[in-house]
């Protein structure tokens, strides 16, 4: 037996009228004008059938504890570390959860179904790895929540950050997290980034680092990542998250460090929400963007994807969990605006950020989990123009969240008009 059956589809790739089959929760056959009976049928109408949104980075612990304890005055990242910092010891597992819960339940209704998140181990209590290990748990059904493990005040600044690391991954925690770039120096950050890595490979995990965080344009921590991932044989297993020094960079020394990470097999995830917002600070005009080189890597091989980042926390006050937003907001910064490379961001909110997470069982093929958002636009770039509704949200071959269309209705002169914005 059946469990559902799509009735004309748009796919990200522009194949129309495409129907999509179901069976025990994956897809088992595409096609048009599939003959099949008896089965629950879902018409979409025409609209973009996308396999769902993935966020690659984000820091679930911190989510929706904006003006906790105080509102980030200055704006910068490292107000907003220090902001974190006094609202740590006040944190309760039970108030992580419901965040979180929170949180998530946005996601899904947005259509987000996979999340990387970091965690900060440099609580001794590990009172945020537990309550995240636990929201995991409870959300799983229908959100797949993975966890890097997040030395947020530095591996060697931080006395226990090595230990409670070691202790968070025992627990359950996926992937290995670093921020070389907040350790005491330059030196001290490649250290970390070798321990770290070493770590990564002896435990067989991934490893996603926030890396070169800064305007600075020195900073080289990008440059260790890629040596260790390709010297420790972590091909396809390390991230580079941020990268926004490589924003500032000389062009000669990009031009040698490109190739490099290629050859490393590193990815990057760049955040523009949170790059444009808190990088460039100190600058006056012009004013720098902070957001990492994207269409440079993404025409090297590498792979990129979008992250949202922070969602009403210390560094970032806005967010809704809707990765259109964030692909939207990272071709604006990126100018990637004709067509292909509108679908390139696109694909770094969705199934480029599958692949850096290592996601089984990802896409629109048979045989891939019957996981997919049906979006109130035609295509992928007028869901990155008008970031609709998502009509309907399916998990395993089963309808978990719904949206009507809506329309605006005009009164003019007397006449009644329905406003969808579509061409
Ligand atoms: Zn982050």
């Given at each position: 037996m059946h469990d559902l059956v799509v009735r004309n589809a748009s796919l990200p790739d522009g194949r129309c009228g495409i129907d999509i089959l179901v069976k025990d929760g994956r897809i088992c056959e595409l096609g048009t004008a599939l003959a099949v009976s008896g089965v629950p049928e879902l018409n979409a109408e025409g609209n973009l059938l996308t396999a769902p949104f993935v966020d690659a980075h984000f820091h679930m612990d911190a989510?929706?504890?904006?003006?906790?304890?105080?509102?980030?005055?200055?704006?910068?990242l490292l107000e907003g570390i220090a902001l974190w910092g006094e609202l740590k010891p006040a944190l309760t597992q039970e108030a992580l959860i419901s965040r979180a819960i929170q949180y998530c339940e946005w996601a899904v209704a947005k259509g987000l179904l996979a999340i990387r998140s970091h965690v900060d181990i440099?609580?001794?209590?590990l009172l945020a790895v537990e309550a995240l290990l636990e929201v995991k748990k409870q959300v799983s059904p229908f959100l797949d929540l993975q966890l890097v493990a997040f030395p947020q005040d530095g591996l060697l600044r931080s006395p226990t950050a090595f230990s409670n690391l070691k202790r968070a991954i025992a627990m359950g925690v996926d992937v290995v997290g670093g921020i070389?770039?907040?350790?005491?120096?330059m030196a001290d950050g490649a250290e970390s980034i070798r321990i770290l890595c070493e770590f990564a490979a002896e435990q067989g995990l991934m490893v996603d680092m926030h890396c070169d965080e800064s305007d600075d344009p020195l900073s080289r921590h990008i440059e260790t990542l890629a040596f260790q991932a390709q010297r420790l044989g972590l091909q396809g297993r390390v991230a580079g998250s941020h990268l926004t020094s490589m924003h500032s960079m000389d062009n000669y020394y990009v031009s040698k460090l490109l190739p490099l990470m290629k050859e490393s097999g590193i990815a990057a995830i760049a955040n523009p929400l949170i790059n444009i917002t808190l990088q460039?600070?100190?600058?006056?005009?012009?004013?720098?963007?902070?957001?990492?080189r994207v269409p440079e890597m993404l025409s090297q091989g590498i792979p990129v994807a979008f992250g949202h980042?922070?969602?009403?926390d210390p560094w970032y006050s806005l967010g809704s969990g809707d990765m259109l937003e964030v692909a939207n907001m990272g071709l604006h910064v990126a100018q990637m605006t004709s067509q292909a490379a509108m679908r390139q961001c696109f694909e770094a909110v969705t199934c480029n950020s599958a692949q850096i997470l290592g996601l089984?069982?990802?896409?629109?093929?048979?045989?891939?989990?019957a996981d997919f958002v049906i979006l109130d636009a035609v295509s992928v770039i007028e869901a990155l123009r008008l970031r609709p509704v998502r009509r309907y949200v399916v998990r395993r071959g089963q309808v978990i969240c719904e949206t009507p269309a809506v329309n605006a209705r005009l009164s003019l002169a007397g006449r009644q008009i329905d406003v969808n914005f579509r061409q």
């Open positions: 989510v929706l504890s904006y003006g906790l304890p105080r509102i980030n005055q200055s704006g910068t440099c609580d001794d209590r070389p770039h907040f350790e005491r120096t460039g600070r100190h600058d006056t005009y012009p004013k720098r963007r902070g957001m990492t980042d922070c969602v009403m089984q069982g990802y896409g629109l093929e048979p045989g891939c989990n």
